[in-house]
């Protein structure tokens, strides 16, 4: 060890020539024991355990904690069997698993629907190069930059119902005026247009790079053959974008069964619970009301919805691409 | 006849009395002393670092600016975590149920305690208060608390009652009672009156509402769906009608025919009078409207007056009025009261050092700061609400010098006071009654219906309370 007198400062440096020659030695005959050809595979995959562990615990733990009473206020937790999907089932949890399940289902299906049909239009808008195209197309992305949640709140301030830009603007269209977000009947189609604002974008270039990435002979055949543009949309465009339209209706159908934080911002589930999606009721029973059991059920629930239609999703992609191949 | 020495020795006399009496003064008002002359040993925990779960709050940005005093007083380094009040109380349960500890300290109330209590995430504070090696107890003086406002904060766990017994789960900072507040400057142009009673108040809110034209309204209330909405001016008028939410047998009791009569009044003002998409109105949307002058009446919180009266904040400085709520149908006026308190994690590391920063915080010395420094209000302390300095800031809120001060002192002495029962599922009860106020609302379901539906919900929540007490088997 040398100490260093520097600034009245002393600074130990470790310089052990010897020792550092050891621990290299050691280093190499320990690197040449664990790292062989057969544990390379093993030692690669290592970092993938553990995140994958890292994920998988808490999911296992929150399936085998919805069959228990685990309500922090009320005492240790407790075994109940199948007791709170019981409850669901039987809708007796307030608001209900039925009613959070319809507006789930809704939510989803809307937003997918709407999502695809104006990607699709906007993907085919922008596949043409127009003057400015470029400008264009990252204009076009700006909405898909925005948080969830800061979506919401934006839109929560145009969706007021006095001082709103959209009552606003409708007041010159001779419109009534609409609670929008705090009226019943609106609250969810509201919620769904914040979703397609914020979402559509991302279809959008996703599709856009389906498109670019179509091979061109096909097309220019179909062209040289006088085909209409209905024909080619129909026939040739559509089959051979299916592969991607799957992976976008896979991204969004998981990102709107468990969307949480826009219906939250924008609502609290409300009012009137036309909002309570079934994430948003598993946080009502969680987060708010320390109902655990309850909470991990609702969310099981919704993990089988996701896992279930992510398989169906997928085997159609395969199919789709195995049919392009062919 | 007096000789010299009689002279002397009554001399003698007075001096020594005056000396006694001062002394006596000085005693007396030991707790109007700074901290340093508190028997304490504030450095006993120097080094300790706190953290602090602080509610976005006006008593959090009057405790901020004070914090260095502590930490110079103490040695102690104080960090503090402030957020919105919903992301504050997730943060807050995560911290809590999971065991994590990272608050030492969190901002609380009455209705959270219950649930804390149960769980036992709160500490006892009385321990601490009675440990003459931490508290000075002449000096921090407990007694000057308003009594209504430090009972709340005390409950023995008895489910449906108990409370100013047992444990002390959190130091009241701040107090709100639920009132009318209205634009007396429009009242006199429309010739309205203040409200007695329900059905007057559904009358004038209708005729302001007519008066004001297109973009004013007659009233706002809270709305998101939450218990809060449920809290303030719903439970008020609910309880002036002589109901509660609960029976004593921890049934749901919200659908009286009592109960439907008064929801109905309310419902109807707010469909005929109110805001449209009340459901999205949170007390800040509410205060912000009523502020910004398109509202005529808010009933809801007796404090958000700093508001009002502040130019830089509001529209309508100087031209509003603050009445009691109007009484039930046998005269009885009951508001709700809540209570921001300040509690320690029973998962706190660093208890003494909290207990210290809470006496600190807590004490006269700090608290009549907050007030007049910081615009903490309503006060907690009595010595506090009746400082000159305090009075004077508040004498010309109101109709009338005086009007609001007027108020505050009959709800701490009369009609304010924890109107819930006290149960650790409190705020799930007011999240599902409040489903029903928003049912009945959008006209989905009638008054009745809906209050009978969350009567259901509610007493699935309830049963396990029932099943414990041997209540239901």
């Known amino acids: 060890m040398h100490k260093n007198k520097n600034n009245g400062h002393t600074e130990v440096s470790i310089f052990f020539p010897e020792a550092v020659a050891k621990i290299g030695s050691c280093l190499v005959r320990a690197k040449r024991r664990i790292v062989t050809r057969k544990t390379i595979p093993y030692l690669l995959y290592f970092p993938a355990f553990i995140a994958t562990v890292g994920i998988l615990y808490p999911f296992f733990r929150s399936v085998v904690l919805s069959f228990y009473e685990y309500n922090p206020t009320y005492g240790p937790a407790y075994f109940i069997g199948v007791q709170n999907y019981i409850d669901l089932f039987q809708g007796v949890t307030s608001p209900s698993f039925w009613l959070s399940l319809r507006v789930t289902l809704i939510y989803a299906f809307a937003n997918i629907s709407i999502q695809l049909i104006l990607g699709l239009g906007i993907a085919l808008l922008l596949v043409r190069t127009f003057a400015g195209y470029r400008i264009v197309r990252a204009v076009v992305l700006f909405p898909f930059m925005i948080p969830p949640i800061i979506e919401a709140m934006m839109w929560k301030l145009m969706y007021e119902p006095v001082t709103g830009i959209i009552n606003y603007i409708g007041s010159f269209l001779g419109m009534p005026r609409i609670g929008w977000l705090g009226d019943a009947a609106w609250a969810l189609p509201s919620v769904i247009v914040i979703d397609v604002h914020n979402f559509t974008p991302f279809v959008a270039i996703i599709l856009l790079a389906g498109l670019q990435s179509l091979p061109k002979r096909p097309f220019e055949a179909a062209q040289v053959d006088g085909a209409s543009s209905w024909f080619i949309l129909k026939n040739l465009t559509f089959p051979l974008l299916k592969p991607v339209l799957y992976v976008v209706l896979l991204f969004r159908m998981i990102e709107s069964l468990i969307m949480f934080d826009m219906i939250y911002a924008a609502t609290h589930g409300g009012p009137a619970n036309a909002t309570m999606s079934i994430h948003v009721n598993a946080y009502y029973h969680g987060m708010r009301w320390t109902m655990f059991g309850t909470s991990f059920a609702f969310l099981v629930i919704l993990w089988a919805m996701v896992f279930s239609g992510s398989f169906f999703i997928i085997r159609a992609w395969r199919k789709a691409l195995e049919a392009r191949m062919v | ?473």
């Not at chain 2, 009638?446 to 699935?460: C, F, M, P």
């Open chain 2, 1 to 473: 006849m007096l000789g010299k020495r009689g002279l002397v020795l009554i001399c003698l006399g007075l001096v020594l009395l005056m000396v006694l009496s001062l002394n006596g003064f000085a005693q007396e008002k030991k707790w109007l002393l700074p901290p340093e002359k508190a028997d304490v040993n504030w450095a006993a925990y120097k080094g300790t670092t706190l953290t602090i779960g602080l509610n976005k709050h006006p008593y959090t940005e009057s405790l901020r600016p004070l914090i260095p005093q502590f930490e110079e007083l103490t040695g102690i380094e104080v960090a503090y975590v402030i957020l919105p009040e919903e992301e504050f109380f997730e943060k807050l349960l995560i911290d809590l149920s999971s065991g994590a500890g990272l608050f030492d300290i969190y901002m609380t109330s009455p209705m959270f305690e219950w649930r804390y209590q149960y769980a036992g995430w709160v500490e006892d504070l009385l321990p601490y208060y009675n440990n003459p090696k931490l508290t000075d107890k002449e000096w921090y003086n407990r007694e000057d608390f308003f009594p209504l406002v430090l009972r709340a904060n005390e409950w023995d766990g008895t489910i449906g009652g108990g409370m100013g017994e047992g444990r002390w789960n959190g130091i009241p900072v701040m107090v709100e009672f639920f009132v009318q507040a209205y634009r007396e400057d429009l009242r006199k142009k429309w010739g309205l009156i203040v409200p007695k009673d329900y059905p007057e108040w559904y009358d004038v809110v209708t005729k302001a509402d007519e008066q004001g034209g297109a973009d004013f309204f007659g009233i706002v209330e809270r709305g998101i769906r939450s218990w809060s909405t449920v809290h303030s001016g719903y439970y008020t008028g609910f309880n002036s009608w002589g109901q509660k939410e609960l029976t004593k047998d921890l049934y749901a009791s919200i659908d009286t025919p009592k109960a439907i009569e008064f929801t109905k009044i309310w419902v109807k003002a707010l469909q005929d009078a109110g805001v449209p998409g009340w459901p999205t109105y949170t007390w800040y949307d509410g205060m912000e409207s009523y502020a910004a002058g398109r509202i005529y009446m808010y009933n809801d919180c007796d404090f958000f007056a700093a508001t009002y009266e502040n130019p830089a904040k509001s529209t309508i400085a100087g031209k509003s009025g603050y009445a009691l709520p109007p009484a039930g149908p046998d005269g009885r006026i009951a508001s709700n009261l809540w209570t921001w308190a300040l509690g320690m994690s029973a998962l706190s590391r660093h208890k003494e050092a909290a207990w210290l920063f809470l006496q600190w915080a807590t004490s006269y010395h700090s608290m009549i700061d907050a007030t007049v420094k910081h615009d903490n209000f309503n006060p907690t302390r009595k010595s506090i609400w009746e400082h000159p300095d305090v009075a004077n800031m508040v004498k010309n809120w109101g109709a009338y010098p005086g009007q609001y001060a007027e108020n505050v002192n009959l709800m701490l002495t009369k009609y304010g006071d924890i109107r819930w029962t006290p149960n650790p599922d409190v705020t799930a009860v007011g999240d599902i009654w409040c489903d029903a106020l928003h049912e009945a609302y959008a006209r989905q379901k009638t008054v009745e219906q809906a209050l009978k539906d969350s009567t259901r919900g509610i007493n699935r929540v309830m049963r396990k309370w029932r099943i414990a007490l041997g209540i239901e088997k």
